[in-house]
T-cell receptor, first 114, second 113 residues
């Protein structure tokens, strides 16, 4: 398996624009996680899905953030409108059963909002 | 709310030295504890996962221990190499948090040749 795939790897946009980040989890993994990493706050869970259903979105910072998982092999994280404080590295991870198995992380998307 | 702390924040050692990284967590009700490695500009790579019922796990030159009652874990790296230079992150899944990983802020390790 190619591992967790994220695109784009880098995104530079202007404030107010819509940003869509994409993730393809490892085949067969039932759990998908979106994290954000910043220098100030470290790694934070934004939302996670189980069998394509959002389970916990309490980490989503504002209504400007939304996430979907239309099928088992694809998820998106959308920010609309984007703000400079959204600049961070966004990671997607997937897992079989998090209570017993590790989470496999993608390479991340580095987002810069000017 | 679970909190994970890692000490020290940064560590620099000469090549060949054995070293210990520390991790502490406030709520001992956990499913497991994991150690990850992060290289600059890269994602996280899982190193070791210790289930709550286990005391330690080993992989090559790495050994991780878990003392759940005291809320502590250590990552021991034997015979360090320059290629070990990276940020090491500790994370736990708490029993009450479903499947959420709570991360420490990491220890940035530099192994000098």
């Amino acid at each position: 398996d190619a591992g967790v795939i994220q695109s784009p790897r880098h995104e530079v946009t202007e404030m107010g624009q819509e940003v869509t980040l994409r993730c393809k989890p490892i085949s067969g993994h039932d759990y998908l996680f979106w994290y954000r990493q910043t220098m100030m706050r470290g790694l934070e869970l934004l939302i996670y899905f189980n069998n394509n259903v959002p389970i916990d979105d309490s980490g989503m910072p504002e209504d400007r953030f939304s996430a979907k998982m239309p099928n088992a092999s694809f998820s998106t994280l959308k920010i609309q409108p984007s703000e400079p404080r959204d600049s961070a590295v966004y990671f997607c991870a997937s897992s079989l059963m998090p209570s017993t198995d590790t989470q496999y992380f993608g390479p991340g998307t580095r987002l810069t909002v000017l | 709310k679970q909190e994970v702390t890692q000490i020290p924040a940064a560590l620099s050692v000469p090549e060949g030295e054995n070293l210990v990284l520390n991790c502490s967590f406030t709520d001992s009700a956990i499913y497991n504890l994991q150690w990850f490695r992060q290289d600059p500009g890269k994602g996280l790579t899982s190193l070791l996962l210790i289930q709550s019922s286990q005391r330690e796990q080993t992989s090559g030159r790495l050994n991780a221990s878990l003392d759940k009652s005291s809320g502590r874990s250590t990552l021991y790296i034997a015979a360090s190499q320059p290629g070990d230079s990276a940020t090491y992150l500790c994370a736990v899944i708490s029993s009450g948090s479903a499947r959420q990983l709570t991360f420490g802020s990491g220890t940035q390790l530099t192994v000098l040749p």
